[in-house]
């Protein structure tokens, strides 16, 4: 693979459950970050994570947590997903210099019933 | 606040040339992305600008005027392919991006 793979590609949630969206980069760029988009709005950051074994809070990070254990991995997690979770993800990453370009995953649709 | 604006629909014919606006108002200023998204896809990088003026791309040139906080994105011979949603962003002080809700981009035979 080459770029940014990230899995499920969609999935239907039962409100209360757990929910771990992976990401996966082989680029080995330093930054990752997740993303939602909704309808209307711009992409509002939820996580990032400059390097590995570190992250911080973006925009909307209320509801989600991360984790970089390696360079190549970002999993996101929603410990108690809710409707207001239903969205589209995307995973992005960059080379970490303030002005390098985003390299994004297709992106996981996601449903909360 | 943080903000930026651009339209949210554009309508062009095939094989005209369309401008679509940005206009950006942030803490700072470290430059200023282009993206675009086709619908049901990921955003793909299309140009940065940091400093004032035209840049050129084939078809695709962006423009930047910092002391107006305004950019455009100009799309030349346009082809049914482009129609698409094209997102500005811009860097603040902080190197966070600030995101436009997009334009969307319908191009008509």
């Known amino acids: 693979i080459a770029g940014i793979t990230q899995a499920p590609t969609s999935q239907i949630l039962a409100a209360g459950r757990r929910m771990t969206l992976r990401c996966t980069q082989d680029?080995?760029?330093?930054?990752m970050y997740w993303y939602r988009q909704d309808l209307g709005l711009g992409l509002r950051l939820i996580h990032y994570s400059n390097t590995a074994g570190t992250t911080g809070k973006g925009e909307v990070p209320d509801g989600y947590s991360v984790s970089r254990a390696n360079t190549d991995d970002f999993p996101l997690t929603l410990a108690s997903a809710v409707p207001s979770q239903t969205s589209v993800y995307f995973c992005?990453?960059?080379?970490?210099?303030?002005?390098?370009?985003?390299?994004f995953g297709n992106g996981t649709r996601l449903t909360v019933t | 606040g943080q903000n930026i604006d651009q339209p949210t629909e554009m309508t062009a014919t095939e094989g005209a040339i369309v401008q679509i606006n940005c206009t950006y108002q942030?803490?700072?200023?470290?430059?200023l992305f282009w993206y675009q998204q086709h619908a049901g896809e990921a955003p793909t990088f299309l140009s940065y600008?940091?400093l004032d003026g035209l840049e050129e791309k084939g078809r695709f040139s962006s423009f930047l005027s910092r002391s107006k906080g305004y950019s455009y994105l100009l799309l030349k011979e346009l082809q049914m392919k482009d129609s698409a949603s094209y997102l500005c962003?811009?860097?603040?002080?902080?190197?966070?991006?600030?995101w436009g809700a997009g334009t969307k981009l319908i191009i008509k035979p």
């Open positions: 942030t803490s700072g200023f470290n430059g």
């Open positions: 680029m080995r760029h330093n930054a």
């Open positions: 962003a811009a860097l603040d002080s902080n190197y966070q991006l600030i």
């Open positions: 992005a990453s960059s080379a970490g210099q303030g002005n390098s370009p985003l390299h």
């Open positions: 600008n940091v």
